[in-house]
């Protein structure tokens, strides 16, 4: 069965430091994805960032950027010069092989942004 | 940037009670999901839905889960005789066919409570 850990329930960082958001994985599928997902206070879930099990190259979006470590079965978020709108809770997620397989999530993680 | 729209954004519903979520995925997505999220808890998947009927469903989707895709455009998850434990964030969401990498786009949610 796949399975997502978080282990931080909460982080306080102060702004415009980089922040890493650790995840970990378990999986027997050879094939997944890996997301991460943003949820403001607000409620919705955004989409931050998606990295391939069989993508050379670690996935990056503008300030986003995911530390993928195969062999150690962990895929952290890391987030440079962080902004006080990046206060939310984030959630790590993967998805087995299939396109049309579902989103298993993590409890995610609040982060706090400091001025 | 297309989105997943689901309406209504919050429903206050008497326990016992029918109620229908609805959602309108982004135009050219085919597969097609449900997700809950109970206050402060992790993101849990519900059903997922292709080429017109269910492809996978948890155990918390049962009998009084159904989901429907009506027309070319709406897909809606009813809940047929609402309990408390029902009471949860509702996210639609959904996804292209290619490429592989593409992620579940989320809507904003419905909250639902029950009374």
């Known amino acids: 069965a796949q399975k997502i850990t978080q282990t931080q329930p909460g982080m306080f960082v102060q702004e415009k430091e980089a922040v890493t958001l650790d995840c970990t994985y378990d999986t027997s599928d050879p094939s997944y994805g890996l997301f991460w997902y943003k949820q403001p206070s607000s409620g919705e879930m955004i989409f931050l960032i998606y990295q391939g099990s069989y993508d050379q190259q670690n996935a990056t979006e503008g300030r986003y950027s995911l530390n993928f470590q195969k062999a150690r079965k962990s895929a952290n978020l890391v987030i440079s010069a962080s902004q006080l709108g990046d206060s939310a809770m984030y959630f790590c997620?993967?998805?087995?092989?299939?396109?049309?397989?579902?989103?298993?999530f993590g409890k995610g993680t609040r982060l706090h942004i400091l001025p | 940037e297309p989105e997943v729209t689901q309406t209504p954004s919050h429903q206050v519903t008497q326990m016992g009670q029918e109620v229908i979520l609805r959602c309108v995925p982004i135009?050219?997505?085919?597969?097609f999901y449900w997700y809950r999220q109970i206050l402060g808890q992790k993101v849990e998947f519900l059903v997922s839905?292709?080429?017109?009927?269910?492809?996978?469903k948890s155990e918390i989707f049962d009998d009084q889960f159904s989901v429907e895709r009506p027309d070319g455009s709406n897909f809606t998850l009813k809940i047929r005789s609402t309990k408390l434990e029902d009471s949860a964030m509702y996210f639609c969401?959904?996804?292209?066919?290619?490429?592989?990498?593409?992620?579940?786009?989320f809507g904003d949610g419905t909250r639902l409570s029950i009374l």
């Open positions: 135009s050219n997505h085919l597969y």
């Open positions: 997620a993967m998805r087995g092989r299939n396109r049309d397989d579902k989103i298993i």
């Open positions: 839905f292709y080429n017109n009927e269910i492809s996978e």
């Open positions: 969401a959904s996804s292209a066919a290619q490429p592989s990498n593409q992620p579940q786009h």
